[in-house]
């Protein structure tokens, strides 16, 4: 279903909304052509607090990830494709950010961000809040704010979990990759959610910003 909208003095806005069986109903904005962008850091631009970690995703996935990163988080166990940080003393309910890359063997980097949407939130009792899909120099990307229900395998501790995070589906010589960030914290953690809103919109992909949606 579609809804259109007329602002005055804006573009317009499309709406797309699509509900499943037994699942939540999402609502994603898309940019139509003339649509206010939504605000973003501008380049070099680091939330205060923070500073810009680099990752190299390895030989096999030869792609560097920057994004900005707080002093008190903490690099966890990783390999060249898998990088994981972690802050807080609870070990079932700490903070988390896991970056990892894998081959991918859909027929597009689009087709790999659509799998990987279908697939997440999937339980009733989770929903996406706000999210933005388009396209970058060498793929496509989905970016997102989600809640997790208990039930999701990816909770923390089987506990509303809040979840931000992008999906790309990204070429790199001649072969497609998938190229996942998720940050995660507890639903009641609003320190943590309120830095992932600064901090997502800081990923960098080969040195090109990755858009996010306006977060709720």
Not at 35 to 50: F, I, L, N, R, W
């Amino acid at each position: 279903m579609v809804l259109g909208f007329g602002l005055s003095g804006c573009s317009a806005l499309q709406i797309h909304t699509a509900e499943k069986d037994a699942a939540p109903v999402r609502v994603a904005v898309q940019d139509q052509p003339g649509s206010e962008p939504t605000a973003e850091p501008t380049k070099g631009g680091v939330p205060e607090g923070m500073t810009m970690e680099t990752i190299n995703l390895g030989a096999a996935c030869p792609v560097e990830i920057g994004f900005a990163l707080g002093g008190d988080w903490t690099a966890g166990s990783s390999s060249e494709q898998f990088h994981v940080y972690s802050r807080g003393t609870s070990v079932t309910e700490s903070d988390m950010i896991i970056i990892s890359c894998n081959e991918a063997y859909d027929d597009s980097a689009q087709a790999v961000v659509d799998g990987k949407k279908n697939y997440a939130f999937s339980e009733k009792d989770s929903q996406v809040q706000a999210e933005r899909m388009g396209t970058i120099t060498a793929g496509a990307f989905w970016s997102y704010q989600g809640m997790l229900g208990p039930t999701e395998i990816l909770s923390i501790n089987q506990r509303p979990t809040a979840m931000y995070g992008t999906q790309l589906g990204y070429k790199v010589n001649g072969r497609l990759v998938n190229i996942s960030i998720e940050m995660r914290a507890l639903e009641t953690n609003t320190k943590a959610t309120e830095e992932f809103k600064q901090m997502l919109p800081t990923l960098e992909v080969e040195g090109e910003r990755v858009p996010t949606p306006q977060f709720k």
